[in-house]
């Protein structure tokens, strides 16, 4: 497979069963007559249970790929398998996790929990919702709407929206984009402890270098528009991450060479 | 939006009896103003409030009052329910399927200037003199701005919203019901409240035409039959306060907790 610029001297991972295959993606958006190219020739293999972080610059189009993995925009070139099977459309094995403001303002923090467990019986689902409202520690807001959250808050509320249908892989696009530094620290160790637990394969959008060194397996740098994969990055530090570890730094240095801005502010 | 201050904002809508009395010690002062002045004009242009209440009494010993209200209420309720059982599920259709809005909405955009009004005259036509005009005049009243509201809710749905119900597999009939509709409805409930008070407008004026029964039948008979504006003026009041009650009530819906997020604060 064209596993685009993986330097060759990073240790592989290539042992997992692949789950997913970006083969050619290529995104072209029609604008004022024009094309513009927002994709171009993106191919990448993700393995079963691998947390792989996309990093890129706001805007360059990441976010688009993510869509695209999920099955919401269908590509302009090239094909997404997921198990092996073409991706045609989104679906309940793998959830696409927006920022906050995927959470449904008219359910309660149970509601939105339940929302795709209708097929349960009550009891199972009571059971199954209680379970991800203590995974996530919201224990004693489970009638509350979420206009009385914090962004945090309904942040876990979204992420266990989506483990409660046990699916395979999640989709992540800058999910703690928009809250603050302290709770975003806390919201990385939280899906890091889910993801230990529970083994999704878990493809997570940023544009946080240090949030993709932090969270991720694998770095798929990305270029600025139309995005290109840059390099992939191996992170072969155990977790938990010891973030002044000079392997750790050596890492971060590297994808920041990599993106043209080391040693600059 | 800010959210947070949200239970501080109104330390008087606590205070219950605070927030009656205030308004009931301003009505009181207008009716010793509205009484005082009625004793100094010199030709006859308003009865008083006592004269006013006292045709009340009358009505009511006469057992019209009840009748009237009755009958203004049962035509309004059938031709507002009609309308919004019909109207509600072609506007939401018609804003999911964009098409068929840009194909329906110069349709909309031309009946809609038309008062409900200019249509007595061909619904005395189809329906006769009776309780069909007042209703069908009605459910004109209801209908076009019912479909709008509904149409331009469901074209605000954020997107997100269905990428999340598409996401969870909901089939077509889910997803109407379990995101679509919830995330209509603060739109759908101002929108009932607007039409409800023209909905109300409007029955007065057609029972002053198309029937013999109601509160707006009861002002242009009481006119006719011998000046009577003591009993002219009765029935505003009585106008006046069901609209009130009827705005209360629908008002309630939207302290509803799935509901009120639709709103701000203020």
């Known amino acids: 497979m064209t596993s685009a610029a993986r330097p060759a001297s990073a240790p592989t991972t290539q042992a997992r069963a692949v789950k997913l295959r970006a083969d050619g993606i290529g995104m072209v958006f029609e604008r004022d007559g024009g094309g513009v190219s927002v994709l171009d020739d993106i191919s990448l293999e993700v393995g079963e249970g691998e947390f792989v972080c996309l990093l890129g610059p706001s805007g360059c189009g990441k976010s688009t790929i993510l869509n695209v993995m999920a099955g919401f925009i269908a590509p302009t070139s090239g094909q997404v398998r997921i198990d092996g099977e073409p991706v045609v459309g989104p679906d309940p094995r793998r959830i696409f996790v927006f920022q906050e403001r995927g959470v449904f303002p008219w359910l309660t923090v149970e509601g939105n929990i339940g929302f795709g467990l209708s097929r349960l019986s009550p009891e199972d689902r009571q059971r199954r919702i209680a379970h991800y409202v203590a995974l996530v520690g919201l224990q004693g807001f489970e009638k509350t709407y979420p206009r009385d959250l914090s962004g945090g808050m309904k942040q876990r509320v979204e992420v266990a929206r989506a483990l409660a249908v046990n699916p395979d892989m999640l989709f992540l696009d800058e999910p703690f984009g928009a809250l603050d530094s302290i709770t975003r620290l806390i919201m990385r160790g939280e899906l890091l402890r889910i993801w230990e637990a529970e083994r999704k394969t878990i493809i997570f959008v940023t544009h946080d270098i240090d949030e993709a060194v932090q969270l991720a397996d694998r770095v798929v740098v990305m270029s600025a528009r139309p995005a290109k994969v840059q390099r992939i990055v191996d992170i072969d530090i155990a977790h938990p991450r010891d973030i002044s570890s000079a392997r750790y730094l050596s890492l971060r240095d590297g994808i920041l060479e990599a993106i043209g801005l080391a040693h600059k502010v | ?266």
């Not at chain 2, 100094?40 to 009494?57: E, S, T, Y």
């Not at chain 2, 329910?81 to 072609?90: E, K, M, N, T």
């Not at chain 2, 889910?174 to 101002?190: D, N, R």
């Not at chain 2, 242009?220 to 069901?242: K, S, T």
């Open chain 2, 1 to 266: 939006m800010l959210r947070t201050s949200r239970q501080v904002n109104h330390p008087l809508r606590s205070g219950t009896a605070v927030s009656v009395l205030k308004p009931g010690t301003f009505v009181a002062v207008l009716l010793v103003a509205w009484h005082i002045a009625v004793k100094f004009q010199r030709v006859p242009i308003l009865p008083g409030p006592v004269a006013v209440g006292a045709a009340l009494l009358e009505l009511g010993q006469r057992g019209l009052l009840l009748k009237y209200v009755v009958a203004s209420l049962f035509r309004v309720t059938w031709g507002f329910l009609g309308a919004a059982l019909l109207g509600i599920p072609i506007g939401l259709s018609l804003g999911w399927y964009r098409r068929a809005e840009l194909a329906f909405n110069p349709l909309l955009q031309i009946l809609r200037p038309i008062s409900p009004l200019a249509w007595i005259p061909i619904a005395i036509l189809w329906f006769g003199v009776g309780d069909l005009t007042a209703v069908f005049l009605i459910f004109l009243a209801s209908f076009l701005p019912l479909t709008v509201t509904a149409m331009n809710a469901v074209a605000g749905i954020p997107e997100v919203y269905v990428n999340v119900g598409r996401n969870f597999g909901l089939r077509r009939a889910q997803l109407i019901y379990t995101v679509l509709y919830p995330a209509v409805m603060p739109q759908l409930v101002i929108g009932l409240r607007i039409t409800l008070g023209v909905a109300w407008l409007v029955v007065v004026a057609a029972e002053m035409i198309a029937v013999n029964s109601g509160l707006g039948f009861l002002i242009v008979d009481a006119r006719n039959a011998g000046n009577r504006y003591d009993l002219v003026v009765a029935g505003m009041v009585m106008i006046g306060v069901i609209g009130l009650l009827l705005d209360v009530g629908i008002r309630s819906l939207e302290r509803v907790p799935s509901i009120n997020w639709g709103y701000s604060d203020d």
